[in-house]
């Protein structure tokens, strides 16, 4: 029917598949996003280190280019192994953070604002589907700088190195998947629990800032003060960086973290405490958004 | 006619507060108001209906799907309009109406086209790329109206929608009421503290008050029963002979003072009838008029009901 009839009809067409309804979330905030350039061009920025390394790969196993930068005698430029794949995920880890603090305090926020919860909600669209639809918005973005880059240059060194390298170091695959996951989730719940809970965007993206670094910060001074390593607990990258340890090595760890999740010497926390610090941190997020996304909200 | 709402017992608490008390009404109008002073539980009765508040016991049903086992197969079939501003200021008035027509479920190019026919309806086609933030107060209500409508629902929540409009702005959105009414494709729950805007475009009411039912009327009933009940003045010799006469007639008479004649005509008797009776009888009627048992009537009646039951415990 076309608009100059102006009449109220009803709809009596195909509907989406239920299941579906989050994507639409996801969509329109992507839209909003793309059309910040400062975004687009930080963002593309961040694939920077993949691709120097992704380079280093290449020129590593190319013997035109050692030789025209007189390294062909050199046994290796640089060792590939966990080491090198932990320190991708530790600065691409930090590049998302900076991500997470600029985009995300503006998923929630703005609908809390304006009223618009009641809208979303009076749909046939739960609360869950709201914040998986906002949660996968930042998920997206910091899963293709942080394990997709990981896993291509894991490819890449396969396809470069042999099957028999891919054998022996299969455990980097499933380490930057899941260490990237548990970083990735961390700062993409925490970044929504605080634009849920502070609408002013500068202030909560501060404020996870404020997470990783003020806390970080008062946990050293309560290890300085009271002579312990329990203030460990209070340094979120130092729990994820004894996370990636254990993923990566094992038990029998030979390095102590990546570029800003270094575990200090000697205060190591047992990895069941970090593991559980950090699903405490993730289920308080959980209870902080479920407590705020709401149609109505009761006045009691 | 099948039940729009039907409340069974319906209890909403708030920390322990009882906000909505054993509520229990069959709704079944084509239009239906909900009144009561600001604080009786109307926006608490939408919203749980809605499924934003848990019924603390009994249950509800919209269109036959119970809200406790079905809240999302009720939100399908239904449009609300919020009594609060509710949008998303940055972004254009199209937009905003398309996301949410595909939140409901719409494809995106049915959304699209569909948000648009909903602008130019409510009378924003002119202003629908603008954002949001941007509008008057007046193009908000008519671009939440646009939101509600957009996904065609079966049945339509408008929580205060005059609120703050100017009076053309008001008779607009009166008007786009009662237009969607008289389509006839969907059922509208109007929830207003305002009586007019009720008593225009409603053919039933609840009434509530303190979280109870106050009143629940069939306005269309109320109207046609109205329509049989006259008061009259009347002046000359003998009004005992006159009621005497109305009475043959089948008329029930009341008589009142300085010459006040209340009386309920039977089906049949035209009006045209008591003045043969008159000058039959040498009376003069100087004045005869419908008794209006407004809506506001009603509502007085109501509360006045509701603060004698309460007095009584």
Redesign the interface.
Known sequence: ?A??K???????????A?WS?FL??RR?AFE?LRRSRFLTVFYLATFLYPLIAALILWVEHNTSALKLLNLENTSRLIAVDAGYYMTLLGWQSMLALFLAAFIGPGQIS??LS???L?????????RSEYVLGKLSVLLTLLSWMTWVPGLLLFALQTYLEGWDWAVAHARIVAAVFFGAWVWILLIALLSLALSAWVKWKPAAGALLFGIFFVAAGFGGAINAVQDTKWGYLLNVSNLVGSVWVQLFEGDNPTSNGAVFFRVAPGSVIPVWVCWTVLLLLCAACLYMLSRKI???E??? | MDPIIELDSLDVR??G?PILKQLTASLTGRAIGLLGPNGAGK?TLI?TL????RPFAGSARVLGLDIRTQP??V??L?G?M?E???????MTGV?FVR??A??????SE?ALE?A??AF??VGL?EVRYRPLGTYSLGMKQSAKLA?A?A??P?LL?LDEPTNGLDPPARARMIQLIQ??RD?G??HLILSSHLLRDVEECCDQVLILKDGNIAAHCDLEQERRANRRFLELEVRGASNGCFLEALEKLGCETAQGAQGRVKLVLPEGLEIRRLYEVAAEQQIQIRRLNHKRDSLEDIFLKAMENSEARNGGL
């Open positions: 029917m608009v100059y102006k009449t109220y009809r009803p709809y009596e067409g195909p509907l989406t239920a309804r639409v979330i329109y909003d703005p609908d304006n009223n618009a009641s809208l979303y909600l009076a749909r046939p669209f739960s709401r149609g109505a009761v006045v009691r | 708030f920390g507060r926006s919203n809605l499924g934003f508040h999302r197969a939100r399908g239904i609300y919020p609060n501003d509710a949008f998303i200021a940055s937009r996301m949410m595909e939140l409901a479920g719409l494809p049915q569909r648009h026919e130019f309806y086609g939101q409508i996904h065609g079966k929540f237009e969607i389509r494709d969907l």
